[in-house]
């Protein structure tokens, strides 16, 4: 049984920064892969960015590339986001996601992971 918890969410201006992290319980090494989505209101929930666990490998979606930075603290278990250059379309609920599955591309799809956090808010102001 895996549990992830996100934190850091807040509400920062244009240009500003921030750090969410997610916090992951259960096996030390009970995914391939851990990711961040989004999802604005009336918007579907999108791929932001995600690292695979065995590698350190990361791949992430245009919007937030040479923004968003991906990381994780293995002796923590947790995994960081790192938010720079935010932009009001920035603004969304962050969920963190893991994938307990082997797969042959990266995944990038909702339905591709198995495990989600509860979502923290990230608002970015004009």
């Known amino acids: 049984q895996v549990q992830l918890v996100e934190s850091g969410g807040g509400l920062v201006q244009a240009g500003g920064s921030l750090r969410l992290s997610c916090a992951a319980s259960g096996r030390a090494f009970g995914a391939y892969v851990t990711g961040w989505f989004r999802q604005a209101p009336g918007k579907e929930r999108e791929f932001v960015t995600a690292?695979?666990?065995?590698?350190?490998?990361?791949y992430a979606a245009d919007s937030v590339k040479g923004r968003f930075t991906i990381s994780t603290d293995n002796a923590k278990n947790t995994v960081y986001l790192q938010m720079n250059s935010l932009k009001p379309e920035d603004t969304a609920v962050y969920y963190c996601a893991a994938r307990s599955r082997a797969f042959s591309n990266y995944p990038r799809g909702v339905s591709e992971y198995d495990y989600w956090g509860q979502g923290t808010q990230v608002t970015v102001s004009s």
């Open positions: 690292i695979r666990w065995s590698t350190g490998g990361t």
